[in-house]
């Protein structure tokens, strides 16, 4: 095609070209400069030659270093240190965030022991990854989650209720009591249904970033937008996590990936995970701008979190990395016993020399903003809240029987109408083998 016909065809709109990625990497051309000292292969355009020949030996690199902000005294390491500009106030309400997971967590679990639910996983190591994170995100910002996130819930304003109406899969589940326990989701704060196969949610984390810097790009008004994605470092071994960064890197998303580095996936300690400098070290390799936090530390987490939503907001979009490190001090979940692949004393060791709970406590009560009388009332009280709202989410109604057949696709098929039929001709047929009384209207419900 001439010149002249390009001219003619209409140019891209505006907003179109600006999205590509506005990292520019090369200057006026690709073609190598005689006696150049650097590579313009376009496949690496800044690579030096040279005529050592060395392979990178990652065990000669030194391990990437972990942001911490007090020590696990709940000491301040910077004494002269700016404040966290934030209030007193909030801090205490992280505090009780946390320690409200951290009850419903031992309640539920036990509950389910006792063969109450079906299932349960606790976050206990790991609130403050969840409390600290979502902290420094607006309602608006969408979330991904895997299912040990449940303080980021807290944070955002699930209630005691909401959490029940889940576990216990209840008419006032929002999720119609279809899924497992603990894949909680809402609709505002945004936060996508959890699901279990793992990994999935990291490219679709990218897409709805995509999503939303073509939003701002059609709608400049609109306040900016990002999405944060929380992972294991067992899902990090996924394929998905792989296409998951580089779409984010390659399309400049504002995306925040928090990857939990707790030690395990189930059984498989992460020696047998990865022999990488853990999940970190991957964001460099996708051109990602990329930190490892100390989990433990709720100011920490906060605090990269912040400046992470900042960066992942700068030149209309750029994703960036959070591996956040910490210990899975419970079992995987209540279908694991997780002593019969690690010591005992390894996991009470943990316990006792570092948690994100109890070194925010330290903190609060060496600024005298806490104390064992508040922390026993405060204990008290979550514990009769979460005691009552099970109490009334067990008791409560599951959904109708027809909710079991809507939804799976946007309208009811002919096909699903006849098993309606089908199952309510079985139910009539059979009444002493079915009790109906504890869904929502009974045999009307369907
Ligand atoms: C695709 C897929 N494979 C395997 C599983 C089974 N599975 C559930 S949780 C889990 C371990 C995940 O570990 P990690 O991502 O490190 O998170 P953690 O449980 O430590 O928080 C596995 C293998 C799954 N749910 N989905």
């Known amino acids: 095609m001439s010149l002249n016909l390009l001219a003619r065809l209409p140019r891209p709109a505006r907003s179109q070209r600006t999205l590509l990625p506005s990292v520019k990497r090369w200057g006026s051309s690709i073609s190598q400069r005689p006696g150049s000292d650097r590579v313009r292969f376009p496949g690496a355009v800044n690579s030096k030659f040279t005529t050592q020949m060395s392979f990178i030996n990652p065990l000669e690199t030194s391990s990437i270093p972990t942001y911490r902000v007090m020590n696990s005294d709940g000491v301040m390491l910077e004494k002269d240190r700016k404040s966290l500009n934030v209030s007193n106030d909030e801090i205490l309400t992280w505090y009780k965030n946390m320690l409200t997971v951290s009850v419903m967590d031992v309640i539920m679990f036990e509950a389910q022991r006792q063969g109450r639910l079906s299932f349960y996983m606790v976050s206990a190591g790991e609130e403050g990854i969840s409390v600290g994170s979502a902290a420094a995100l607006t309602p608006d910002d969408v979330v991904f989650a895997q299912y040990r996130e449940t303080g980021v819930f807290q944070q955002r304003g699930f209630t005691l209720k909401d959490f029940m109406s889940q576990l216990f899969a209840n008419r006032n589940d929002n999720g119609r009591g279809r899924n497992m326990p603990v894949h909680y989701g809402s609709n505002y704060p945004r936060t996508h249904t959890i699901s279990s196969p793992l990994a999935t949610q990291i490219p679709q984390a990218s897409g709805a970033a995509y999503a939303l810097k073509l939003q701002a790009l059609q709608n400049p008004d609109t306040p900016p937008r990002i999405v944060a994605c929380y992972f294991g470092e067992g ?66 987490v906060y605090e990269a979190m912040r400046e992470a939503r900042r960066i992942a907001l700068t030149d209309g979009g750029r994703p960036v990395l959070i591996e956040a490190m910490s210990y899975r001090v419970s079992h995987h979940s209540t279908s694991d016993d997780s002593f019969a692949y690690r010591a005992r004393v390894e996991v009470e060791d943990w316990k006792r020399r570092d948690n994100p709970i109890i070194r925010l406590r330290k903190w609060l009560e060496n600024e005298g903003l806490w104390n064992e009388d508040l922390e026993q009332e405060t204990r008290d009280q979550l514990r009769k809240a979460v005691l009552k709202e099970f109490g009334d989410a067990e008791r409560e109604k599951k959904p109708p029987i027809r909710a079991a057949f809507e939804d799976v696709y946007d309208e009811l098929t002919e096909e699903a109408q006849e098993q309606m039929k089908e199952l309510k001709r079985i139910l009539e047929t059979y009444p002493d083998e079915y009790d109906l009384r504890q869904y929502e209207d009974g045999i009307k419900g369907l």
């Open 235 to 300: 899902a990090a071994s996924e394929g998905d996590f792989h296409a998951g960064l580089n779409i984010a890197a390659t399309r400049s998303c504002p995306v925040v990936f928090i990857c939990r580095n707790n030690g395990y996936a189930i059984s498989t300690p992460t020696l047998e995970q990865y022999r990488g400098d853990g999940i970190a070290s991957r964001g460099v390799g996708y051109g990602i701008d990329t930190i490892r936090v100390d989990g433990n530390d709720i100011f920490a």
